[in-house]
Nanobody, 124 residues
Framework: QVQLVESGGGLVQAGGSLRLSCSAS????????MGWFRQAPGKEREFVAA????????YYADSVAGRFTISRDNAKNTVYLQMNSLKPEDTAVYYC?????????????????WGQGTQVTVSS
């Protein structure tokens, strides 16, 4: 089992920045990839970014590319999501996810473990 705990959400004005953290514990050695998803009220959960554990390769949704940066610290079993130039449409609950598989990085069905989520609210 793997446990994921997110932190760093909050309220920020448009154009501002936030950094989310996801701390993993348990059988973390079995995880090949970690990612961030988000879900706004009344919308489906959507892919934001992912990073491969072994080589640090990163993947981004078009809507956040160039504004968000995902990174990892394997020694701390922690993944970060630096969010810059935030927009009101970025408002959502952000979830950290992890998987040991090599399925689609942008499909939430490919991830085995999920955190409880952290709220990000961007005011206009």
């Amino acid at each position: 089992q793997v446990q994921l705990v997110e932190s760093g959400g909050g309220l920020v004005q448009a154009g501002g920045s936030l950094r989310l953290s996801c701390s993993a514990s348990g059988r973390t050695f079995s995880m090949s990839r970690m990612g961030w998803f988000r879900q706004a009220p009344g919308k489906e959960r959507e892919f934001v970014a992912a990073i491969r554990r072994i080589d640090g390769n990163t993947y981004y949704a078009d809507s956040v590319a160039g504004r968000f940066t995902i990174s990892r610290d394997n020694a701390k079993n922690t993944v970060y999501l630096q969010m810059n130039s935030l927009k009101p449409e970025d408002t959502a609950v952000y979830y950290c996810a992890a998987t040991g598989s090599l399925g689609s990085y942008e499909s939430f069905g490919s991830y085995d473990y999920w955190g409880q989520g952290t709220q990000v609210t961007v005011s206009s």
